[in-house]
């Protein structure tokens, strides 16, 4: 009887429902923060039932854990090719500036999320692991840039890459009024020093 008969799932369309309600859970976060947000929450974010929710992620824990993955890697993947693509070893290093600031609004609302999940990673184990392979993703980026000032000692290099870039993420967050075309300079001038290129106008 068809009345009887399991629905078929078109994996397209199921692809594209699931990031449609990650994308809601993301804003919800940077809204509600990763502590306070609920299934509620996302699901009025999404215009979607709770149950909704549950039967493509089974719970909030699982919902939340893959925004994560998705936004992480997301931020990764764009910026491994915005690099790869750039023909020159300064346009690889302005590309990589460019997507760790992209947009004011972006910036903000990735750092906040990525800056909330870290400090409820520090107190779950299961988050922790999630966050260690989203900056094993970051690290073979920096990796690449590292090496445009050779082999030697890029890994210490790529460490103090990162740092630069979240050491200005947190001044962002705290500023009333970011300029950022400012936050892209200030980075610009850190990773040119860490690689031992001369500054922009020496250049």
């Known amino acids: 009887m068809l009345g009887g008969m399991a ?8 692809r594209a429902r699931r990031a449609a309600l990650e994308k809601a859970a993301y804003l919800a976060i940077y809204e509600r923060g990763y502590a306070g947000v609920t299934l509620a929450d996302i699901a009025a974010h999404a215009g979607v039932s709770r149950g909704t929710l549950v039967y493509h992620f089974g719970s ?32 690889k290093l302005r590309a990589y500036v460019d997507n760790q600031f992209y947009g004011l609004v972006n ?10 999940f870290l400090a409820a990673a ?5 988050l922790m692991t999630m966050q260690r392979a989203f900056l094993a993703e970051s690290l073979a980026v920096d990796l690449e840039l590292a090496r445009l000032a050779g082999s030697a000692g890029a890994e210490g290099r790529a460490r ?3 740092a630069i870039v979240e ?3 947190v001044r962002f967050l705290a500023d009333p009024d970011p300029d950022l075309a400012l936050y892209r300079a200030d980075c610009m001038t850190g990773l040119r020093a860490v ?3 001369p500054p922009d106008d020496a250049s």
């Open 107 to 116: 910036t903000r609302r990735f750092y906040t999320v990525s800056l909330d």
């Open 122 to 126: 520090t107190r779950d184990a299961d």
């Open 160 to 162: 103090l890459l990162r």
């Open 195 to 197: 690689l031992g290129w």
């Open 167 to 169: 050491g200005l993420s």
């Open 60 to 91: 909030r824990a699982g919902l939340l854990a893959a925004v994560m993955r998705r936004f992480s890697r997301t931020i990764a993947v764009a910026t491994r090719r915005a690099v790869r693509l750039s023909g020159t070893p300064e346009g």
């Open 7 to 14: 629905r078929k799932v078109n994996p397209i369309q199921d």
